[in-house]
């Protein structure tokens, strides 16, 4: 009898075992969510810059805050001018895309074609390889409802002043001490090469901004003030002269206001010539004077080798 009931246990706990062994294989089993399905699961997904791996770049999306993928359309947020306001908070259509067996093929507006093999990191995190360059871009996942523009704005202002072809004097407040910089009319922050350069004009009164003429030139900085996400510091350094120290403020989408803390001057500033990055393309009636190089966002951590292994025959 007893030899009969350890009988019976031991088929009962190998019929449990064999139960919960078939039912995690039929788990397992069920179909994987598609491409499509995946890149559609959220309405932006942020360039996270700084986590890129591998030495190469890939232009388009070295510019983009955002990419968005909908029914094969890409968009991009390549402007912080109008972030969150154009094309519903999308930003501008840079291309179309075809999305198949975690393959993303892209027809870029100016660039071309590119392809990348895309893999789910976390549940809104994927990573873009690019076999081309054997470059990886991440991008975060997110909805327009819950997406900070403001922090993407203000915590990317460095690239907003490089937005317009020049930024003209608007206002001289009447209080506050006499000083060299009442005399400076125009600036302009460079975008590409080493991403730091400023020009400023003592020219007045200029109705072709192609036609200033710049005076100065020098490299610029941009800071945080503590515990104040909305307000920067602005400092110029002139190549022959003291630097010029600022609090910056933004007014609305093409306006700035400087607060000179030497002599307690307030200054604002009107951008000129908007640029539309699409890439490095003009846009059409406006010339893009300033980018003679590439205008992209620029990664502040080490650059890293990409351990990604490339599994395609290009």
Known sequence: MKTLKLLLGFALVATLFTSCYVEDVHYNDEPAISLNQLLNSYDLWYVDIN?????????????????????????????????????????????????????????????????????????NTIELYNPFNDTSYFLEGYQRSNFDYDFVFYDNIHYFLQEYEAWEKTYTSNYGALNDFDNENYLQFLSGGNDDTFRSSQDANINNINNIYWDFIGNYSVGNMSGNMYQKTLTLDYDFFDNEFFELSVINDS??????????????????????????????????????????????TNRVENTRENTRSI
């Not at 094309?87 to 259509?93: A, I, L, R, S, W």
């Not at 001057?265 to 003009?282: C, H, L, N, S």
Request: glycine share 12%.
């Open 255 to 300: 306006k700035i206001e400087l607060y000179h803390s030497n002599s307690g001057t307030v200054y604002e500033f009107k951008g000129r010539g908007y640029i539309q990055y699409y890439r490095d393309a003009p846009t059409e009636g406006k010339s893009n004077i300033q980018t003679d190089e590439l205008k992209k966002r620029k990664q502040t």
């Open 51 to 123: 986590q890129t791996q591998g030495y190469g770049e890939t232009p388009f999306l070295q510019i983009a805050f955002t990419v968005s993928f909908q029914n094969g359309v890409m968009y991009a947020n390549n402007n912080l001018v109008g972030i969150g306001s154009q094309g519903n908070g999308y930003g501008v259509q840079i291309g179309t895309y075809d999305a198949y067996d975690m393959i993303l093929d892209v027809n870029h507006i100016i660039d071309g074609y590119d392809s990348f093999d895309v893999y789910q990191v976390d549940y």
